[in-house]
């Protein structure tokens, strides 16, 4: 049941603040959608900024998920949460402070370090850059780059599977296939190891169909239909059975376990 007035997370960082968002969307995702709202506080640099923007915040009441690597804002920060009463999870503190004592080694307190010294983080922003470059058949040309490419029919996950694989590093392009419209040229230049084909039930893949038109409030003759639905997935079938790729079915499965299956044939 979802709250009448979405409670308010703040993410507060010294940095970007993207492990706090990626933290507060995933323990959010676990209630119903529309009980919270979440707000970044991005690279807070002083004291005197931190105590001005909790305040603030704090009076509308919220929680506050925060990463702060700066000790002099981490130790305000607690002060902050002892003074005013409010709910906050220190993400970064916990963890720096156990393996600190587990090590002997003080942490640096750098701000932004794992940019810095993770090169899994490029890898994630170029592959999300390709992603985005090669989404819906777009730049066929570029195929022979990929690392992944997914093909199906519309409203087969595509989009959301490309986007996933691409924060885990993967470049991925996905192309959607239809009944009466020929495929690039290109994937049939492509190592069919890379390619994977999904597939779903029809009556769930109408259902989505629908439900899509009504989202968008527009009518497209025979997209929704079960006949259209089944000749375009005959027609994927088809086109997977031809190249020899793996196909993946995507109907009742979340994206991430999808993916996983996809990174199991990559990686196997």
């Known amino acids: 049941m979802s709250c009448e007035v979405p409670a308010r997370i703040y993410v507060l960082s010294d940095s970007l603040g993207e492990t706090a ?9 676990q209630f119903p959608r529309g009980n919270f709202e979440i707000t970044r506080l991005a690279k807070v640099s002083s004291a005197g900024a931190l105590e001005e923007l909790v ?31 409010i709910t906050a999870v220190d993400i970064l503190g916990t963890a720096v402070g156990a393996l600190s004592r ?6 640096t307190g750098e701000v932004g370090a794992i940019r810095r010294t993770d090169r899994g983080y490029f890898q994630r922003i170029e592959a999300m850059e390709f992603a985005v470059k090669h989404d819906d058949g777009r730049n066929p040309q570029g195929l022979a780059e990929a690392e992944v490419i997914l093909i199906g029919a519309s409203r087969t996950s595509k989009t959301p599977l490309s986007m996933y694989l691409a924060f885990k590093g993967y470049k ?14 290109e ?6 190891r890379k390619v994977f084909g999904l597939t779903s039930d029809p009556d769930l893949l109408s259902s989505i169909r629908s439900k899509r038109l009504s989202e ?3 009518y497209a003759r025979h997209y929704a239909e079960r006949e259209a639905v089944e000749r375009d997935l005959e027609s994927a079938r088809a086109l997977m059975r031809r190249l020899g790729c793996i ?10 376990e999808t993916a996983q299956e996809i990174i199991r044939y990559l990686e196997g």
């Open 172 to 185: 991925a392009a996905n192309i959607p296939l239809m009944a009466e419209v020929d495929p690039p040229a």
């Open 102 to 107: 587990v090590s002997g080694v003080d942490p």
């Open 216 to 218: 968008l409030g527009t």
């Open 187 to 192: 994937l049939f230049g492509v190592n069919p």
């Open 55 to 85: 305040r603030a915040a704090s009076a509308r009441g919220c929680v506050f998920f925060y990463t702060l690597a700066n000790p002099v804002l981490r130790e305000r920060m607690h002060a902050l949460v002892t003074e005013l009463g």
């Open 247 to 256: 196909v993946v079915r995507t109907d009742d499965r979340a994206i991430e």
């Open 21 to 29: 968002d990626l933290v507060a969307r995933a323990a959010a995702s």
